[in-house]
């Protein structure tokens, strides 16, 4: 069974700096999706960035980009420049190639300070 | 417009009561799903359909009811909640279910029903 793994429960960064949150993943599977949600305090999960693993080209959407090491099954993302509406939990996924599970991490609260 | 909409928002009931969420997707999508979101722990996930028809139920208990009358309107009913069934219900959809094109089919998330039981 797959797992998704998010060692950072909590994290904070101050305006227009960067920052990383960690994930990890455990599969059998050659080919997968991999996806960063955010979850701000309105609740609505909106995805963020994602990945395919057979593209070994880091995946980049404006401030958010990701660090796909997949041999290490690492899934890491980055925020630069970090703005106050940044402010929410994260949610690494995994979902396998064929399969209709989206399997998500326990999240990272992320915090955003002026 | 978030594309995806739950009603209520927020839903006390006690565990002998009955009663119903509501999702209703904008967005065209085949697919829709129920989503339990617990304090500090993952999402899980609950039930699946595709085109009106279940395609996954993950072994969630039989006090939970789901129910597709169309692509467009997914429903959880509720009876003899426990407690520990407190949580956020999200509903999302997606314009199909897993395959090659599921990486171009992300889902749509609707806002949540936090539910306390009573």
């Known amino acids: 069974a797959q797992t998704v793994t998010q060692s950072q429960p909590e994290m904070s960064v101050q305006e227009a700096e960067t920052v990383t949150l960690s994930c990890t993943y455990d599969?059998?599977?050659?080919?997968?999706?991999l996806f960063w949600y955010k979850q701000p305090p309105s609740r609505q999960m909106i995805l963020v960035i994602r990945?395919?693993?057979?593209?070994?080209q880091n995946a980049t959407e404006n401030r958010f980009s990701v660090n796909f090491q997949k041999a290490a099954k690492s899934f890491s993302l980055k925020i630069s420049d970090s703005q106050l509406g940044d402010t929410a939990m994260y949610f690494c996924?995994?979902?396998?190639?064929?399969?209709?599970?989206?399997?998500f991490g326990a999240g990272t609260i992320l915090r955003v300070k002026s | 417009e978030t594309g995806v909409t739950q009603t209520p928002r927020h839903l006390v009931m006690g565990m002998t009561n009955k009663k119903s969420l509501k999702c209703e997707q904008h967005?065209?999508?085949?697919?829709m799903y129920w989503y339990k979101q617990s304090a500090k722990k993952p999402l899980e996930l609950m039930f699946v359909?595709?085109?009106?028809?279940?395609?996954e139920n993950n072994s969630v208990p039989s006090r939970f009811s789901p129910e597709c009358p169309n692509s467009s309107h997914l429903f959880l009913h509720l009876h003899t909640l426990q407690p520990e069934d407190s949580a956020l219900y999200l509903c999302?959809?997606?314009?199909?279910?897993?395959?090659?094109?599921?990486?171009?089919?992300?889902?749509?998330f609707g806002n949540g029903t936090r539910l306390t039981v009573t």
């Open positions: 990945q395919e693993a057979y593209k070994q």
């Open positions: 999302a959809s997606s314009q199909d279910l897993a395959g090659p094109s599921s990486y171009n089919s992300p889902l749509h």
């Open positions: 996924a995994f979902r396998p190639q064929y399969g209709n599970k989206l399997v």
């Open positions: 359909y595709s085109l009106e028809e279940r395609v």
């Open positions: 967005l065209g999508h085949n697919a």
């Open positions: 599969t059998s599977e050659n080919n997968y999706y």
